[in-house]
C-alpha cells in the first residue's frame, strides 16, 4: 500500500511518518521525522542516480534509529529521488534519458525527470534549514569516499568537517542543474558525499555515511553531543565536474593504469582502451598534474563517458 502523500504540516511533534510525493506518474517516496521540540530541519536525499545505493540505505537505516524524544529539531529525507532510475539500475531515466543531477531546479510542464526536479525544489527544499545528497560511483565509476561542498558557504565548510569523512573536496564553483546549486540559489547550506560504488555496498562506506548522517545531526544541534574531531586523510581543491574530465570519444574496452587518488604528473599515461580483438585504439593521458579523483571501474566505455578526472590538493 502506498503511504498517504506528504503534508509536513500534518507531521506532529514526536511522530515519524513514510509519505509519498506524487510527480505526474511518479512516486517519490518521504520519510519524515518531527523531533519532541523545535530546531532546524536536515533534509537528505539519495537516489538521485539510479544505480547508487549506499546512501539509501543509509537514510532507511538512519530513519529506523531516530528517536523523536532525543530529537530538537528534524530529520527529512527521500531515499529515492528518481524511482524511474533506481528500478531500472542505471544512473539515468529510462523515462527521457534525463540525468537528475543535471536539471534542477527542473519544470513542472517539462520531462519527467524536470518534474521531479521542479517538485523537490518547490516542495521539499524549503522546508530545510540544511541539505544533504548523497552519492556515489554507481556501476560504472570509482570516487574516493568523501564529502564536498562550495568553498563561499561558511556553515557547509564547518559541517564538512563534521561531517567526518576521509577526504573533504572544496570547490570554488558548483555547476548548474545540480540538487546542491538548486540548495545554494535558495541560500540554503548544503553537501554531498560521494562513496566509491561499484553497484554494491562497501561496509566502509556505509559506515561512513551512517556515522557522517548521524554527527551532522549532532552538529545542527538535532540530535543531542557534539562530534569529536576526525581529521580528514586529504582535503581536495577543484572544480568537481565529472562531465569536464577525459571521456571516451568510441567504444571499447578500459585498461586503467592509475589508482584512485593517485598523484600524476601532466603528461602521464591514465590508461589505454582496446577493441574487442585486444587491439589498442586510443589511450588517454593527465591533463594536468593532481591527484586522481574519478576513474571508469566498468572496463565497457562508450563515447562521451567520464573515464578520469584529476584535482588540486587543497594547500
Known sequence: MTPPEFDWSAV??????????????????????????????????????????????????????????????NFLAVPVANPPAFWNGTRTSPLDDGNLARVFPGDPDGSPTQAIAWAFDQRL????????????????????TMVGYHEQDAPARLAADAFGAPVIWCHPAIAPGRTVSAAGARGIPCLYAEARGAGRIHPDDLAVYRRGVARLLQHLAILPGVPEPIPPQLRLHGDGNIDGGVTATQPGFLLPEVELLQ????????????????RQIDEFFAPRSGVVVLIHACPMVQPGEPLFLVTDVQP
Open 125 to 144: 527544499l524549503p522546508l530545510a534549514d540544511f541539505y544533504l545528497d548523497l552519492h556515489s560511483g554507481g556501476v560504472k565509476f570509482l570516487m574516493p
Open 12 to 73: 506532529g511533534p514526536g511522530e515519524k511518518v513514510s509519505a509519498s510525493l506524487p510527480v505526474g506518474s511518479v512516486t517519490l517516496p518521504v520519510l519524515a521525522v518531527r523531533g519532541t521540540r523545535p530546531g532546524k530541519t536536515l533534509l537528505v536525499s539519495a537516489g538521485v542516480h539510479g544505480d547508487e545505493h549506499e546512501g539509501i540505505r543509509t537514510i532507511f537505516d538512519t530513519f529506523s534509529a531516530l528517536d523523536p524524544a532525543q530529537m530538537t529539531g
Open 263 to 278: 598523484w600524476v604528473e601532466r603528461g602521464q599515461r591514465f590508461g589505454r582502451l582496446l577493441d574487442i580483438w585486444g
